[in-house]
């Protein structure tokens, strides 16, 4: 599940509109149903100003689904920013090597077809020259 589904489950809970969310934590409207169509990336500055607007709402849970969706009193003094920043920074390097890896991976597919592709070229170039040699 990506965080801005998660966002949405908090929107569902609390019974918050999109559009009273995006004015609240002054995004562009629309911005929010869009990126929850897509499931679209959170960027930090969107997440920093969600957690300054709803200080009760768990921003580990919503980057990583990890703990509970809502703090309570005592967790919302435990949570500081150097944990927040230590976890995001570690999921996004995750999330980098996993793109990486991905990219790398395309391209030996892509490789893999082209190769397969001139054997099968060869293969009928083959039958085809042997048909003839059969008929004369």
Known sequence: MKPIERIAMYLQFRSISPHSFERNIHLSN?????????????????LIKIHNYFPELNILWVLTGD???????SSMNRVRPDDFTIRYESESKKLK????DLERLN????DKEK????YEFMLSNTNHTSTIADIR
């Open 67 to 73: 703990g509970q969706m809502i703090l309570d009193g």
């Open 115 to 118: 190769i397969i592709g001139l």
């Open 30 to 46: 629309g911005y929010y149903s869009k990126q929850l169509k897509n499931l679209g990336s959170v960027g930090s500055d969107i």
């Open 97 to 100: 090597n996993l793109e990486s």
């Open 107 to 110: 391209i030996l597919v892509k």
